[in-house]
């Protein structure tokens, strides 16, 4: 891809206290395509996530969202931007209603990256695309199972129109119907022009979505291509993925 | 010999039993390691091992005594020391007064407030952080080390306790890979010198087929294999609940 | 008692309910979202009762009563909202010390804002035009503006959950009351969120005032009064929960009317028990029995852990040769004073004060810094120590010498019952539930009049004969100061201090080395308070009197400057910053009208320019270049 990546994060650091977490990561993200960060349980997807949305302090190196510099913006000023943001352990308001969680994730439509018009979500497409939301729409999000709290988190993001999303691992602990609803969310999202970021331990599961990949192994980025190539490397998902 | 035996261990958190019957052993001087995906019931397992959670029910029995619902620094006193997966050390005292501390708590002179504690138990604190390397960073706040020293500094605070068992919850998360095989290398020349039995869990798995004498795997709460590394990398349970667990994608993939 | 008394009390206590709901909702409201201890809450409060009466002197109508009310509560919220913008913006990410001390700050420039505003006098607000009767209920007579007052506050709790609930704006302050972080991480600027909060939880303060008006003068002393009901109230209910406000207020004022109506009680043998003397201590006795079975208050939930601090501290470093030597040739110099300035100088007088504060401020460094427990209420133990020499003195005749050694005993048995309770708790609801015993031990002294000598406290508490010149009491200050301080920093050395840094540092880690952190917290609290006894015991035969004003949360707060004033992490903070902090005090008094406002502005501009406190800012300029 020739054109400018729309996200950007080149020399990425963060450590919490004492401890160092990543080591200078660099990606690149381009608009409409949808990425895999893989990589086992520790390895830093989540901290990078959270490094590139500034929601870690002692964090440094450069990243750019569409053009802009956002090393030292405030998370909302980057959410603002369109990057969207589901965290790994979903983080939804679970005293609000699933209604008032959607309302909370609300921003005004925007343009795409091409420029032009994106057409807002709302609830009801929402509710659509995860018909289990629709029918606990006025339940506390905190006594709705853990899957459909995964489906909100992600809708609630949603409703901010994002025009790129860090997706962290959404197959986490999940029923398997669920994770094929996530397929086809992914994919639906996908379609409609958003580009993704999933950080994912399940290579099988990130294969059916992502044409790129990244391994992440101890905060270093170990491998970088195409998804098919990680697919026939044996040694490699040895290596970072598997035993 | 029998050194840790768990019989039956049960914990329900608000009706999902993060652990759920179960059983196993550990004998002296034996690398044990616990893997499992996230949610599996691990830490779970070692809080209540180390006291900071009572079991629902089920025995925790070190060396022939039960344990289970003793507050923390009362089976640290039976003999069990623990690593933090996060370490947990004192942040505004040296490495060599961390270890003294522990020194201090063990010989049960914590109460003393007259003889300053600088001069308790010295040469041994210092011999302790000989043996996990630390010896020329003895005077170092533990707020300023390195991470990876740190943890090296925790698992001296350990050993200062004279454990019989020691529970690492991942030892090497946050090191460097050079210092995680030679923390790795001592937990194991430690484990079978001075018959010290070890339970650490791992993410990494080169460390764990790396260094554990024998695996244990828990998933959603249960016990579902253990054995020798070969056998728990070769057995088709594990593969399928732990590596391919959520992974019905797979079937659709290949 | 009589089944109509019963009912008018309880009645009564509704009416009281709500205006303390009033009071507390915006508290609870601030804490909830923006994690601050607002301390100025209760001067907030303040301001809307003053702000109402000036409004109700030019707005005489009965319909300028009903917009003065408004009015004076929109000039409040207004006012929260320009402190947030202009001083807690700056302030979030700071330790939490410094937050409250910022709001305390703003407390002390609020009370003399409204002495030079208002005057010194208590202002008397009218009557509620139509309401200035009473009604007729079971046969007694009933205030018909405690019947709107009883409405008032159900209202408010509705119109809140409705504004809570309905709006979008209710939905954010809900969710980021929940995960503040989250909430910013989909956009929402917590900014602009902070301060419309803030202005209305001022509003709500500013509202409850204002109510309050017709009820009681507006007095510059209801600022303190009002912070302690609030904290209280938001406390039991459990932070951030207009209901757990809402129930916290109807139990802690029906309690109060119970004790009330039930009078003076004679049991079956002759001993009577005063209820009505239970009123002051009701509410913080609810308190604590809640604290203990619901540690984060009737419908609260558990915060997260405080945020990490910001930099680890230093290891303490025994004090070298040239130090030793040095302390010890100050002292004696210090110790020659009263042959330098004359025996009857105002100096001396003023050294007896600072050895005072120094004991004071370390026994409070003791636990606050290397025991992380920030008590607000250590005045409690300096109370009880005063306390039990005066009594001893005074009802028991024991000598002057005795009376004075059974000081530290006082605050011992005082931090041994209270501490037993606050080490169950930690962070912020440990601060809240020293506050309430300090209160508590306030409230029975103000009351026991037989015994205490209720508000006018106690005099004739002077040394013996030999001890009662100035220069001889200097002596004897300054010699048991000094050991008391050398006493703490021994023990600081010792094992036992290095376990208490431990139980800060790390709770997780202690227990895995076999420390009882329970246990070790709470001998610090009552080491703490024995080294506070001495100090109250030695601040009472230096005055010749003493008053519940020994043990006000002025004085506690005072202890709190002094020990952030030094730094809370160095050993010799507490003795620099009560040195300061006294002398300081003393020159502004001596030569301001407006002391405490100036004092504020100081401790604002302290908390800003130097948030490790003196010697923390001396150590970091002379280590670091």
């Keep these: ?243 | 010999m029998t050194l840790l035996a768990i019989d039956n261990l049960t914990k329900v958190f608000g009706g999902v039993r993060a652990v759920d019957g179960v059983s196993f052993s550990l004998e002296a001087g034996e690398l044990l390691a616990m893997i499992g995906p996230n949610g599996a019931g691990k830490s779970t397992c070692f809080n209540m091992v180390n006291g900071q959670l009572a079991p629902d029910s089920g025995r925790i029995v070190l060396a022939g005594v039960d344990i289970g619902g003793l507050p923390p620094h009362d089976i640290w006193r039976r003999g069990v020391g623990r690593t933090f997966q996060v370490a947990a050390t004192f942040s505004s005292m040296k490495a060599i007064e961390n270890v003294q501390m522990a020194l201090i708590s063990r010989q049960s002179r914590i109460g003393r407030l007259w003889k300053p504690a600088a001069r308790y138990a010295r040469e041994e604190a210092q011999a302790l952080l000989r043996r996990v390397g630390m010896a020329e960073q003895a005077e170092r706040p533990c707020g300023v080390l390195a991470y990876g020293d740190v943890k090296r500094v925790e698992l001296a605070i350990a050993l200062a306790g004279a454990p019989k068992l020691l529970l690492m919850d991942e030892p090497t998360a946050g090191m460097a890979p050079g210092e995680r095989n030679a923390l790795m290398a001592l937990t194991r020349e430690i484990a079978h010198d001075s018959g010290v039995g070890v339970l650490f869990t791992e993410h990494s798995m080169d460390v764990v087929f790396g260094y554990a004498d024998r695996i244990i795997v828990l998933a959603r709460g249960r016990l579902i294999a253990q054995g020798d590394p070969r056998g728990v990398r070769n057995d088709p349970r594990v593969r399928e609940v732990y590596f391919d667990a959520r992974h019905r994608v797979i079937g659709a993939s290949e | 008692m009589s089944f109509s008394g019963l009912t008018v009390q309880l009645l009564n206590g509704l009416a009281d309910a709500s205006a303390l709901f009033l009071l507390a909702a915006g508290l609870s409201l601030i804490f909830g979202v923006t994690r601050i201890v607002n301390f100025a809450h209760g001067s907030l409060y303040m301001l809307g009762a003053y702000v109402a009466w000036s409004l109700t002197e030019r707005l005489s109508s009965v319909a300028g009563f009903w917009i003065s009310m408004l009015l004076a509560a929109l000039a409040v919220g207004a006012l929260g909202a320009t402190i947030e913008l202009v001083l807690l913006r700056r302030m979030y990410r700071a330790p939490d010390l410094s937050q409250l001390l910022a709001t305390f700050a703003l407390t002390l420039i609020a009370r003399d804002a409204a002495l030079y505003l208002w005057g010194p006098e208590d202002l008397l607000g009218p009557r509620a035009p139509g309401l200035s009767g009473s009604v007729v209920i079971l046969g007694r007579l009933f205030p018909q503006y405690n019947l709107l007052l009883i409405a008032i506050g159900p209202v408010v709790l509705i119109a809140l959950r409705t504004l809570l609930a309905q709006t979008r704006w209710g939905v954010l302050v809900r969710a980021a009351t929940q995960d503040r972080e989250m909430v910013g991480a989909l956009g929402v600027n917590q900014s602009i969120l902070f301060t419309t909060v803030f202005a209305l939880g001022a509003f709500l303060a500013g509202l409850g005032g204002a109510l309050q008006l017709p009820r009681e003068p507006a007095s510059a002393g209801i600022d303190i009064a009002a912070i302690g009901d609030a904290f209280v109230v938001v406390v039991v209910g459990g932070m951030g929960s207009m209901p757990g406000a809402f129930i916290a207020a109807l139990l802690i004022c029906e309690i109060k009317a119970l004790c009330i109506a039930l009078g003076d009680w004679t049991t079956p043998f002759g001993l009577t028990i005063a209820f009505p003397h239970f009123t002051l201590v009701a509410e913080f006795a609810v308190m604590a029995v809640v604290l203990v079975l619901r540690p984060w208050g009737l419908l609260g939930r558990q915060q997260e852990t405080a945020r990490a601090s910001a930099a680890s501290t230093a290891p303490f470093t025994p004090a070298g040769s040239l130090t030793k030597w040095g302390a010890a040739i100050a002292l004696a110099a210090v110790a020659l004073l009263p042959f330098l300035v004359g025996g009857d100088s105002y100096i001396l007088v003023l050294s007896i004060d600072i050895c005072v504060g120094i004991l004071f401020a370390a026994s409070l460094h003791f636990i606050m810094g290397p025991g992380g427990m920030h008590s607000f209420g250590h005045a409690a133990y300096f109370g009880l120590g005063a306390y039990a020499s005066a009594l001893a003195l005074r009802r028991a005749d024991i000598p002057m010498e005795l009376a004075l050694a059974l000081s530290p005993l006082g605050g011992a048995l005082g931090a041994l019952a209270f501490g037993w309770f606050c080490v169950r708790l930690s962070g912020v609801y440990l601060s809240m539930l020293t506050l309430a015993f300090g209160q508590i031990v306030w409230s029975i002294v103000y009351q026991w009049d037989a015994i205490t000598g209720g508000s006018n406290g106690l005099i004739g508490i002077w040394p013996s004969a030999r001890l009662a010149s100035k220069s001889a009491y200097f002596h004897l200050t300054l010699a048991l100061s000094v050991a008391g301080a050398l006493l703490l920093r021994r023990i600081l050395f010792s094992p036992f201090g290095y376990a208490l840094r431990a139980t800060r540092d790390s709770p997780l880690r202690s227990g895995a080395i076999g420390i009882d952190v329970r246990r070790i917290q709470w001998a610090a609290f009552i080491i703490a308070g024995t080294v506070c006894g001495l100090a109250g015991g030695l601040f009472a035969f230096s005055k010749g009197s003493i008053s519940p004003e020994t043990i006000s949360v002025g004085r506690s707060v005072d202890g709190l400057v002094m020990v952030l004033l030094g730094g809370v992490e160095t050993l010799s903070g507490p003795i620099v910053g009560a040195a300061s902090y006294i002398v300081l005090q003393d020159v502004i008094s001596r030569h301001m009208q407006y002391w405490r406002a100036a004092l504020g502005m100081f401790m604002l501009l302290l908390v800003m320019a130097f948030p490790g406190g003196i010697v923390g800012a001396l150590r970091h300029r002379f280590t670091r270049t």
């Excluded at chain 1, 979500?121 to 709705?144: D, S, V």
């Design chain 1, 1 to 243: 891809m020739n054109a400018a990546p729309l996200l950007r994060a080149r020399h990425l650091e963060a450590r919490y206290g004492a401890a160092q977490v990543l080591f200078g990561v660099d990606l690149d993200l381009h608009a409409g395509e949808v990425v895999a960060l893989l990589g086992r349980n520790g390895a830093g997807k989540s901290t990078t996530m959270k490094a590139i949305m500034g929601l870690i302090e002692q964090r440094s190196g450069d990243i750019s969202f569409c053009g802009r510099q956002i090393s030292a913006a405030r998370p909302h000023h980057i959410a603002r931007l369109g990057l969207g943001y589901v965290p790994e352990d979903r983080r939804i308001f679970s005293d609000l209603t699933v209604l008032e969680n959607l309302e909370v994730g609300r921003r005004p439509a925007r343009l795409g990256a091409d420029g032009r018009a994106m057409q807002a979500w709302t609830p009801e497409r929402l509710f659509a695309l995860f018909p289990n939301l629709a029918e606990a729409r006025h339940r506390a999000a905190g006594r709705i199972s853990g899957g459909e709290q995964q489906m909100l988190a992600v809708a609630r993001t949603l409703m901010g129109n994002p025009i790129a999303i860090l997706l962290d691992e959404p197959s986490e602990g999940v029923a398997p119907a669920i994770v094929d609803q996530m397929t086809d969310m992914i994919l639906a999202l996908k379609g409609a022009g958003a580009a993704i970021l999933l950080a994912e331990q399940n290579l099988a599961f990130a294969a059916l979505v992502a044409e790129r990949a990244y391994v992440l192994e101890r905060g270093e980025i170990r491998f970088e291509g195409a998804m098919r190539q990680l697919r026939e490397d044996d040694a490699l998902r040895r290596a970072y993925l598997e035993f």
